[in-house]
């Protein structure tokens, strides 16, 4: 065993929890959401909210692995790593609202 590769394990393992934190919350957050521990208001349309929280996590995740691969530190690949999921969330419901704007019919 080399010395040291305890703590580089340790090391990474700690980095990849703190990058790969949003996947576990999403189905916790559904979970909540059909028990009825977590209510905002909307009946059975609540579970709704859980998509825009599993694109986010989604992205979140891939923004940082990439990120992770580059060599970014921690600290700012989380924080651009959440960046761009908030634009991607952004863009898209940018693009909905101009086709609803524009008398596009939704499915």
Known sequence: ???G????VTGAMRRAISLLWPLPLVPFTGLAITEGWLSFGGGEKDIIL???LAVFAIVYVFAALL???LG?????AARRA????FLFLLVIWG??????LMGARLP
Do not use: K
């Open 5 to 8: 590769s305890s703590a580089a």
């Open 50 to 52: 859980v998509l825009p």
């Open 82 to 85: 959440t960046l761009a999921a």
């Open 72 to 76: 970014v530190a921690p600290a700012p």
């Open 1 to 3: 065993m080399v010395a």
């Open 67 to 69: 990120l992770w691969a």
């Open 95 to 100: 693009t909905l609202f101009a086709l609803v």
